[in-house]
């Protein structure tokens, strides 16, 4: 969970490395580092613990002129996050620099190799072994070839990769490769650039290239690519990704910062994703690449995710049961992969969430799937990426780039994304016909109206935050598809406020958490006007009974709930309690951020926490 980029061309490549780790930050901030190749032919860089900013300051003093570079910036997985563990990693000669984003499997067995052999390590990482590989096939048979020695070394490798180096005996060649980690490259009038994904390319390029695995691509500084396969044959480019956003979308545009912009733009989102949805036959998913009768031949549907997008697929079983009236087992991608006991039938359906297209469980959980003859179906939100490339079908959610690691306008949108594949099965099946699956769309138009609605009421989300001054530990309670939502509002506060947050279906709070509650002690729920809203009213009695203050989530008008609770964060009527989701947890990811605004903290980038999981 890094971010790699790379550059070789006419501008100083300094200046837009640093920029490029500035905007992939979000996949990994506790170090960071930029060698740069000098026009005498020699390697200059930084490399520091902590944020690109800190970084950038030091680079700011150490004159790195070159015009062919490489920068990293790290999540820690093996070492700490200090200096020396940063990327990039040099060989022993000091000519040859590399980052890696992925893990390698096999390093320890590699490290004792090479330090018999007389290499030394300055670092903890198993990155480095990379470096001091690349060194031994350049002073072999691959010496002049840099490609060809950097195939030789990830020959030697096992586990995930992606690779950009360089070395000071050949300025201005820059070679990348990868292998389960994502890496793309593009080719640009003044030069070529690589990153981890197409965000930093945005500034430069409307098209990427998406390098397959074990592919190697050596770039130039006149912007050419030349791209081989593991054995050194040349392969044809593959198809080019339009980037189909403004570089300004990953800008922070007025905003104190891309949390608070995110839940802003979740209205927008869901009018994006909408569009253009509803046919003369019903909800148009084109994507799913399945007739109608193989739909409606679908008797099982396996959901798999992980964090954020699991709440997605719990609400998203809700839907589909009660509209198409199809079986769904959610789970978490982690544990589905070593779950031996698996039941795949040609009739079921895997469906994968993820933000990113490169949440390596799921990306495992969705391979094994198809290997046992499943469809499996992505909701993702990157064009290009390896869930998208490796679905049968892929409905991009179109939320455009989330840069803050606590995703929101993502879950909202593949929350929507899946209420769409629940209205396409119902009437695939016969259970709904046309027209009443249009009502149901026009009730998911509403939703961008009435999340604008909840917006406006931001202020009670900051007054509702000064519940949580000076505690420690929360409840979030929530029935039905509203536990889901419980579910969210807590790993939202648990992510930015380091508060620790529990949740619960409602009814399970007598078998265990009510031990919890004590005078003071924060308690959220969920409480909509749905047909458990009475149930759950009578689990906020129960909270107040021990002395607990209750932050009611609660429909417009709601009396009861307001004289129960010392504070009521209030969403509107909604025309069907199922969509109730989508517009109630706006009020917990604001609650969240105010909360740890309030303690101090970064909303963006939270302690130990990546954005794109791409690691097991």
Request: glycine share 8%; net charge negative; aromatic share 6%.
């Amino acid at each position: 969970m890094c971010g790699v980029v790379g550059y070789t061309g006419i501008k100083q490549a300094s200046a837009w490395l640093l920029d490029g780790l500035q905007t992939l930050e979000y996949r990994g901030y506790d170090s960071a580092g930029i060698q740069v190749v000098s026009p005498s032919g020699n390697l200059h860089g930084v490399k520091c613990a902590g944020r690109v900013t800190t970084l950038r300051e030091r680079a700011s003093v150490a004159n790195l002129n070159g015009t062919c570079g490489i920068g990293h910036t790290r999540w820690a997985t093996h070492g700490a996050p200090t200096d020396r563990n940063a990327h990039p990693h040099l060989d022993c000669s000091g000519r040859i620099a590399v980052v890696h984003n992925g893990i390698i499997e096999n390093f320890q067995e590699l490290r004792r190799e090479l330090m018999i052999a007389g290499h030394e390590f300055r670092s903890e990482t198993d990155s480095e072994v990379i470096a001091h590989l690349v060194e031994e096939a350049w002073a072999g048979p691959a010496r002049g070839d840099v490609a060809r020695a950097v195939r030789n070394a990830t020959d030697r490798l096992e586990g995930s990769w992606a690779l950009a180096v360089v070395c000071a005996d050949l300025p201005g060649t820059l070679v990348c490769t990868r292998n389960g980690s994502p890496l793309v490259v593009a080719s640009t009038d003044d030069g070529a650039y690589a990153a981890s994904d197409i965000m930093p390319l945005a500034s430069v390029t409307s098209h990427v290239l998406q390098l397959q695995d074990r592919d190697v691509a050596t770039l130039s500084p006149d912007g050419s690519i030349e791209i081989c396969d593991r054995d050194g044959r040349p392969v044809a480019h593959p198809p080019s990704i339009d980037i189909d956003w403004d570089a300004s979308a990953a800008r922070l545009g007025g905003y104190s910062d891309f949390m608070a912009k995110e839940i802003s733009e979740q209205p927008e989102a869901i009018e994006r994703l909408l569009a253009g949805r509803l046919g003369k036959h019903g909800i148009e998913l084109d994507e799913l690449s399945l007739t109608r009768e193989e739909l409606s031949a679908i008797d099982r549907v396996v959901i798999i995710a992980c964090g954020t997008s699991y709440h997605v697929g719990l609400t998203a079983k809700v839907a589909i049961e009660r509209w198409a009236r199809v079986p769904v087992q959610v789970e978490y991608a982690s544990e589905f992969n070593y779950n031996e006991d698996v039941l795949v039938t040609e009739h079921t359906m895997c469906v994968v969430i993820t933000q990113s297209g490169e949440t390596a469980d799921t990306l495992t959980a969705a391979r094994r799937m198809r290997g046992m003859g499943c469809n499996v179906f992505a909701i993702t939100n990157v064009l290009g990426s390896t869930a998208a490339r490796e679905s049968d079908g892929t409905l991009y959610i179109q939320a455009g780039p989330e840069v803050a690691v606590a995703s929101t306008k993502a879950y909202t949108a593949q929350m929507v994304a899946a209420f769409l594949l629940a209205l396409r099965l119902a009437l695939a099946k016969g259970l709904m016909s046309p027209a009443e699956v249009e009502k149901h769309f026009h009730g998911l138009e509403l939703l961008p109206g009435l999340m604008r609605e909840v917006l406006s009421r931001r202020w009670q989300d900051k007054q509702a935050a000064r519940l949580f001054r000076g505690k420690v530990s929360s409840l979030f309670l929530g029935r039905n598809v509203s536990s889901a939502t419980a579910y969210e509002g807590a790993l939202k506060l648990k992510e930015i406020s380091y508060l620790h947050a529990e949740a619960h279906p409602a009814g399970e709070m007598k078998h265990g958490p009510i031990a919890l509650l004590e005078p003071g002690f924060p308690v959220v729920a969920v409480v909509p006007a749905d047909h458990v809203r009475d149930k759950t009213v009578s689990n906020i009695m129960e909270c107040i009974a021990r002395g607990a203050t209750v932050v009611g989530v609660a429909t417009d008008g709601d009396e009861q709930v307001a004289k129960l609770c010392q504070e009521v964060l209030w969403v509107p009527a909604c025309p069907d309690p199922l969509l109730v989701p989508a517009i109630a947890v706006i009020h917990l990811q604001l609650l969240a951020r105010y909360v740890a605004r309030d303690r101090g903290f970064d909303v963006d980038k939270p302690r130990n926490l990546a954005k794109s999981v791409t690691v097991e």
